[in-house]
């Protein structure tokens, strides 16, 4: 099965250590200084894409549990295959 959404191995090394620190209920909230929501109409132009997770090394946001260990989120895109796209067709 295709996930719309992965964590590359360092993001969940990274989630499994900030669970055990803050405990299980984290929250990802991702946000480039403005507001931005995707609906039914902004999803047809992202469909295609899977969100990938990942961890770099500096400072997250002010109020980020990661950036006490130097270490930040960062998302990242890839468009999925082909192949992905007709198995994901079939799950709508």
């Not at 959404?5 to 480039?32: C, D, M, R, W, Y």
């Not at 549990?65 to 799950?91: I, Q, Y």
Request: charged letters at 20%; one cysteine or more.
């Amino acid at each position: 099965m295709v996930d719309k959404v992965i964590a590359t191995p360092t993001a969940l090394e990274l989630i499994a250590f900030l669970k055990t620190k803050h405990g299980p209920n984290l929250l990802f909230h991702q946000s480039g200084g403005c507001a931005f929501y995707i609906g039914k109409a902004q999803y047809e132009h992202w469909k295609h894409t899977q969100l990938i997770i990942d961890v770099v090394d500096g400072n997250g946001g002010d109020f980020s549990l990661e950036t006490p260990e130097g270490k930040g989120f960062h998302t990242r895109s890839r468009v999925f295959t082909e192949a992905e796209l007709a198995e994901l067709a079939a799950l709508e």
